[in-house]
């Protein structure tokens, strides 16, 4: 992944030094993958056994990734595991594949509680999508947040997104809005959208927009987009519940 745009909010919500802590260390030791520098998939069935002596508490919440077949949402999965980009054996995806990717927060507060939160991404196949109606309609019950992916190539696809969010933010609940993102996936690849469209997105629908390329996933990239997306979950936590 490459570069990222100045985001809208400073991060002061959650003390994103504290990862390179030993305690810190202690959590990423029970969520990453043994032998490698990668976050694991728990899979529904499985839990990370954590330190309970510092994760204090679990929020989990739920992600789903629309945009086009081919626009990168698979990979984007992948990049934020902090594995490999690969090219080898990509298929569209068929029906929802849902990776749980759990990660740390320390809360910036006196106390400095430490929390896990288990993101459960909903990675809807497009092709399927279209097909069956009922997987529009639960991919978005209960949901959190919303990242939207669009390909640096697809000119269209960018200028259809708008219509798209707010067709999407019609079909939940008014009083649990979700949070949406954008991401612009294949920044390495011949680019007809550029740094200047998204400033102007950003701006003009006080929504954040990302661009990025899967093509350099690397788990330090992976922790950067982690710790946004943490922020701005609880971030809206904090405002659903009044305390912001
Ligand atoms: N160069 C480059 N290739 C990418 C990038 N993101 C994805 N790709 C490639 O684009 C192809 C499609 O990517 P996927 O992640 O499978 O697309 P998807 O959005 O999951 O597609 P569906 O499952 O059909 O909805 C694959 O061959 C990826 O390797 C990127 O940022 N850069
Ligand atoms: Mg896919």
Not at 39 to 66: A, E, G, M, W
Not at 116 to 134: A, E, I, N, P, Q
Not at 195 to 216: H, M, P, R
Request: aromatic letters at 10%; one cysteine or more.
């Amino acid at each position: 992944m490459a570069t990222l745009i100045v985001d809208d909010h400073p991060t002061a919500l959650l003390d994103h030094q504290w990862l390179n802590s030993d305690q810190a260390l202690e959590c990423l030791k029970a969520i990453k993958e043994r032998t490698e520098n990668q976050l694991r998939d728990f899979s529904l069935l499985f839990n990370p056994t954590l330190p309970h002596s510092i994760v204090t508490k679990q929020y989990r919440y739920k992600i789903l990734l629309v945009g086009k077949t081919g626009c990168g949402k698979t990979s984007l999965v992948r990049a934020l595991m902090g594995k490999e980009f690969s090219t080898l054996n990509s298929q569209p995806t068929l029906g929802i594949q849902t990776t749980n990717i759990y990660w740390p927060v320390r809360i910036n507060q006196s106390t400095k509680p430490v929390f896990m939160f288990r993101l459960d991404f909903w990675d809807v196949g497009h092709t399927s999508s279209t097909r069956f109606d009922y997987i529009d309609k639960d991919s978005v019950d209960s949901l959190d947040m919303i990242i939207f992916v669009v390909s640096a190539a697809d000119r269209e696809g960018f200028n259809e997104l708008h219509r798209l969010i707010e067709e999407k933010q019609s079909q939940c609940s008014p009083s649990r809005r979700f949070i949406s993102l954008v991401f612009i996936t294949k920044f390495d690849q011949y680019p007809v959208l550029t740094e200047n469209d998204a400033n102007e997105f950003q701006t003009k629908y006080n929504i954040s927009v990302y661009l990025l390329s899967n093509a350099y996933s690397t788990m330090r990239l992976a922790t950067g987009y982690l710790n946004l997306i943490s922020e701005k979950l609880y971030r809206r936590d904090l405002e659903l519940t009044g305390q912001l």
